[in-house]
Protein backbone atom coordinates (compact mmCIF):
# COMPACT_ATOMS: atom_id res chain seq x y z
CA UNK A 1 0.00 0.00 0.00
CA UNK A 2 2.01 3.13 -1.31
CA UNK A 3 1.24 6.16 0.43
CA UNK A 4 3.19 8.01 -2.11
CA UNK A 5 1.62 8.05 -5.25
CA UNK A 6 3.19 8.80 -8.82
CA UNK A 7 1.61 8.73 -12.20
CA UNK A 8 1.63 5.56 -13.54
CA UNK A 9 3.50 6.54 -17.00
CA UNK A 10 5.07 9.67 -18.74
CA UNK A 11 6.57 9.61 -22.06
CA UNK A 12 8.49 11.63 -24.13
CA UNK A 13 10.74 12.26 -27.59
CA UNK A 14 14.19 11.41 -27.62
CA UNK A 15 16.17 14.72 -26.21
CA UNK A 16 12.66 16.19 -24.28
CA UNK A 17 12.73 17.04 -20.90
CA UNK A 18 9.77 15.02 -18.60
CA UNK A 19 9.36 15.28 -14.96
CA UNK A 20 7.68 13.04 -12.33
CA UNK A 21 5.63 13.78 -9.47
CA UNK A 22 5.68 12.18 -6.30
CA UNK A 23 2.80 13.50 -3.62
CA UNK A 24 3.30 12.42 -0.13
CA UNK A 25 1.45 14.07 3.03
CA UNK A 26 2.29 15.73 6.09
CA UNK A 27 4.37 12.50 7.88
CA UNK A 28 6.45 11.89 5.15
CA UNK A 29 7.65 14.76 2.54
CA UNK A 30 5.87 17.37 4.10
CA UNK A 31 7.22 16.76 7.57
CA UNK A 32 10.76 17.09 5.93
CA UNK A 33 11.85 13.76 5.49
CA UNK A 34 13.91 13.87 2.46
CA UNK A 35 13.05 11.97 -1.03
CA UNK A 36 15.00 9.58 -3.15
CA UNK A 37 14.48 8.35 -6.58
CA UNK A 38 15.46 4.91 -7.86
CA UNK A 39 15.75 3.70 -11.36
CA UNK A 40 14.43 0.56 -11.82
CA UNK A 41 14.98 -1.90 -15.04
CA UNK A 42 13.13 -5.04 -15.32
CA UNK A 43 15.06 -8.38 -13.64
CA UNK A 44 18.04 -5.58 -12.13
CA UNK A 45 18.32 -4.21 -9.15
CA UNK A 46 16.93 -0.80 -8.69
CA UNK A 47 19.80 1.53 -8.89
CA UNK A 48 19.55 4.91 -6.54
CA UNK A 49 19.63 8.04 -8.70
CA UNK A 50 18.91 11.20 -6.78
CA UNK A 51 19.12 11.45 -3.07
CA UNK A 52 18.40 13.86 -0.39
CA UNK A 53 15.84 15.40 -2.63
CA UNK A 54 18.61 16.66 -5.07
CA UNK A 55 21.86 15.12 -4.86
CA UNK A 56 22.96 12.74 -7.24
CA UNK A 57 25.46 9.55 -6.68
CA UNK A 58 28.80 9.77 -8.22
CA UNK A 59 28.24 7.90 -11.91
CA UNK A 60 24.44 9.62 -12.49
CA UNK A 61 24.25 11.79 -15.22
CA UNK A 62 23.30 15.17 -14.77
CA UNK A 63 20.35 14.95 -17.07
CA UNK A 64 18.71 13.75 -13.99
CA UNK A 65 17.58 16.32 -11.11
CA UNK A 66 15.56 16.62 -8.19
CA UNK A 67 13.32 19.10 -6.01
CA UNK A 68 11.07 19.18 -2.91
CA UNK A 69 8.35 21.43 -2.12
CA UNK A 70 5.76 20.74 0.57
CA UNK A 71 4.26 17.84 0.21
CA UNK A 72 5.55 16.78 -3.18
CA UNK A 73 8.96 16.00 -5.01
CA UNK A 74 9.48 15.74 -8.55
CA UNK A 75 12.42 14.37 -10.40
CA UNK A 76 12.94 15.89 -13.83
CA UNK A 77 15.22 14.05 -16.72
CA UNK A 78 16.33 16.34 -19.22
CA UNK A 79 17.87 15.14 -22.84
CA UNK A 80 15.73 12.03 -22.51
CA UNK A 81 17.51 9.06 -24.23
CA UNK A 82 16.75 5.89 -25.18
CA UNK A 83 18.49 4.19 -22.52
CA UNK A 84 16.09 6.22 -19.87
CA UNK A 85 13.01 4.00 -20.32
CA UNK A 86 12.68 2.56 -16.78
CA UNK A 87 10.67 2.15 -13.93
CA UNK A 88 11.41 5.32 -11.83
CA UNK A 89 10.01 5.16 -8.15
CA UNK A 90 9.92 8.18 -5.28
CA UNK A 91 10.89 6.85 -1.23
CA UNK A 92 10.96 8.62 1.40
CA UNK A 93 10.05 7.94 5.15
CA UNK A 94 6.66 7.91 7.29
CA UNK A 95 6.88 9.41 10.70
CA UNK A 96 2.92 7.49 11.44
CA UNK A 97 3.97 4.04 9.99
CA UNK A 98 7.53 4.92 11.54
CA UNK A 99 8.96 3.29 8.25
CA UNK A 100 9.95 3.70 4.73
CA UNK A 101 7.44 4.42 2.40
CA UNK A 102 8.15 3.97 -1.61
CA UNK A 103 6.06 5.72 -4.49
CA UNK A 104 3.71 3.60 -6.68
CA UNK A 105 6.33 3.73 -9.41
CA UNK A 106 6.30 5.62 -13.24
CA UNK A 107 7.17 4.32 -15.97
CA UNK A 108 9.25 6.42 -18.70
CA UNK A 109 8.38 5.29 -22.23
CA UNK A 110 11.08 7.40 -25.27
CA UNK A 111 9.24 7.80 -27.53
CA UNK B 1 33.24 -2.93 -3.13
CA UNK B 2 30.01 -3.13 -1.45
CA UNK B 3 27.79 -6.08 -2.26
CA UNK B 4 24.63 -7.52 -1.10
CA UNK B 5 23.08 -11.02 -2.31
CA UNK B 6 19.93 -12.19 -1.48
CA UNK B 7 19.19 -16.39 -0.95
CA UNK B 8 16.57 -18.90 -0.03
CA UNK B 9 13.89 -20.96 -1.70
CA UNK B 10 12.28 -20.28 -4.40
CA UNK B 11 9.14 -22.21 -3.26
CA UNK B 12 7.11 -22.04 -0.51
CA UNK B 13 3.99 -23.38 0.09
CA UNK B 14 0.65 -21.89 1.48
CA UNK B 15 1.23 -21.48 5.25
CA UNK B 16 4.89 -22.14 5.34
CA UNK B 17 7.54 -19.76 6.87
CA UNK B 18 9.82 -18.02 4.44
CA UNK B 19 13.58 -17.40 5.63
CA UNK B 20 15.82 -14.84 3.32
CA UNK B 21 19.27 -14.86 3.81
CA UNK B 22 21.14 -11.09 2.81
CA UNK B 23 24.90 -11.91 2.83
CA UNK B 24 26.86 -8.70 2.82
CA UNK B 25 30.56 -7.62 2.13
CA UNK B 26 31.98 -3.79 1.59
CA UNK B 27 30.98 -2.40 4.64
CA UNK B 28 29.94 -2.99 8.78
CA UNK B 29 26.39 -3.62 10.13
CA UNK B 30 28.54 -2.32 13.16
CA UNK B 31 29.41 1.10 11.69
CA UNK B 32 26.63 4.12 13.35
CA UNK B 33 23.81 4.85 11.25
CA UNK B 34 24.01 1.46 9.06
CA UNK B 35 21.45 -0.28 8.55
CA UNK B 36 20.59 -3.55 6.22
CA UNK B 37 16.65 -3.63 4.36
CA UNK B 38 14.68 -5.77 3.20
CA UNK B 39 11.90 -4.27 0.01
CA UNK B 40 10.14 -6.89 -2.50
CA UNK B 41 8.43 -6.28 -5.76
CA UNK B 42 5.19 -9.13 -6.13
CA UNK B 43 5.02 -8.83 -10.50
CA UNK B 44 3.89 -5.64 -12.13
CA UNK B 45 3.00 -4.05 -8.95
CA UNK B 46 5.38 -1.29 -6.60
CA UNK B 47 8.76 -1.87 -4.59
CA UNK B 48 7.44 -2.03 -0.94
CA UNK B 49 9.43 -2.23 1.63
CA UNK B 50 9.16 -4.77 4.66
CA UNK B 51 11.91 -4.35 7.02
CA UNK B 52 15.05 -3.22 8.35
CA UNK B 53 17.63 -3.38 10.90
CA UNK B 54 19.70 -0.36 12.24
CA UNK B 55 23.81 -0.91 13.49
CA UNK B 56 22.28 -0.50 17.02
CA UNK B 57 20.03 -4.00 16.62
CA UNK B 58 16.88 -1.14 16.16
CA UNK B 59 14.47 -2.92 13.91
CA UNK B 60 11.28 -1.50 12.03
CA UNK B 61 8.78 -3.21 10.17
CA UNK B 62 5.90 -2.56 7.68
CA UNK B 63 3.08 -1.87 9.97
CA UNK B 64 0.82 -4.06 7.40
CA UNK B 65 3.26 -7.21 7.88
CA UNK B 66 4.58 -6.95 11.48
CA UNK B 67 2.54 -9.83 12.65
CA UNK B 68 4.53 -12.34 10.26
CA UNK B 69 7.76 -10.72 10.59
CA UNK B 70 11.56 -11.15 12.05
CA UNK B 71 14.59 -9.53 11.15
CA UNK B 72 17.96 -10.48 12.57
CA UNK B 73 21.65 -10.21 11.94
CA UNK B 74 24.62 -12.00 12.45
CA UNK B 75 27.77 -9.20 12.12
CA UNK B 76 30.32 -11.96 12.31
CA UNK B 77 28.98 -13.74 9.58
CA UNK B 78 27.71 -10.20 7.54
CA UNK B 79 24.16 -11.58 7.14
CA UNK B 80 20.48 -10.42 7.65
CA UNK B 81 18.44 -12.71 8.04
CA UNK B 82 14.29 -12.49 7.14
CA UNK B 83 11.86 -14.99 8.25
CA UNK B 84 7.87 -14.55 6.79
CA UNK B 85 5.39 -16.68 8.28
CA UNK B 86 2.24 -17.65 6.89
CA UNK B 87 3.14 -17.72 3.27
CA UNK B 88 0.45 -16.66 0.38
CA UNK B 89 0.05 -16.38 -2.78
CA UNK B 90 0.02 -12.86 -2.89
CA UNK B 91 3.47 -12.73 -1.08
CA UNK B 92 4.89 -14.35 -4.07
CA UNK B 93 7.45 -11.28 -5.27
CA UNK B 94 10.86 -10.70 -6.14
CA UNK B 95 12.60 -9.65 -2.39
CA UNK B 96 15.69 -7.46 -2.56
CA UNK B 97 17.75 -6.70 0.80
CA UNK B 98 19.73 -3.27 0.72
CA UNK B 99 22.26 -1.34 2.24
CA UNK B 100 20.85 1.88 4.31
CA UNK B 101 23.92 4.19 4.79
CA UNK B 102 24.64 6.29 7.55
CA UNK B 103 24.01 9.71 5.59
CA UNK B 104 20.33 9.09 4.89
CA UNK B 105 16.82 7.35 5.05
CA UNK B 106 17.46 5.90 1.63
CA UNK B 107 18.82 2.31 -0.12
CA UNK B 108 22.27 3.17 -1.89
CA UNK B 109 23.61 -0.44 -2.78
CA UNK B 110 20.86 -3.31 -3.61
CA UNK B 111 21.41 -6.88 -4.24
CA UNK B 112 20.14 -8.35 -7.28
CA UNK B 113 17.13 -10.20 -6.01
CA UNK B 114 15.76 -13.35 -5.41
CA UNK B 115 12.76 -14.49 -7.08
CA UNK B 116 10.09 -16.24 -4.76
CA UNK B 117 6.85 -18.03 -5.81
CA UNK B 118 4.00 -19.33 -3.11
CA UNK B 119 2.12 -22.33 -5.03
CA UNK B 120 0.78 -25.15 -3.54
Known amino acids: QSVLTQPPSVSGAPGQRVTISCTGS?????????VHWYQHLPGTAPKLLIY???NRPSGVPDRFSGSKSGTSASLAITGLQADDEADYYC???????????FGTGTMVTVL | QITLKESGPTLVKPTQTLTLTCTFS??????????VGWIRQPPGKALEWLSLIYWDDDKRFSPSLKNRLTITRDTSKNQVVLTMTNMDPVDTATYYC????????????WGQGTKVTVSS
Open chain 2, 98 to 109: ARRPNWGDTFDI
Open chain 1, 52 to 54: NNN
Open chain 1, 26 to 34: SSNIGADFD
Open chain 2, 26 to 35: GFSLSASGVG
Open chain 1, 91 to 101: QSYDSSLSGYV
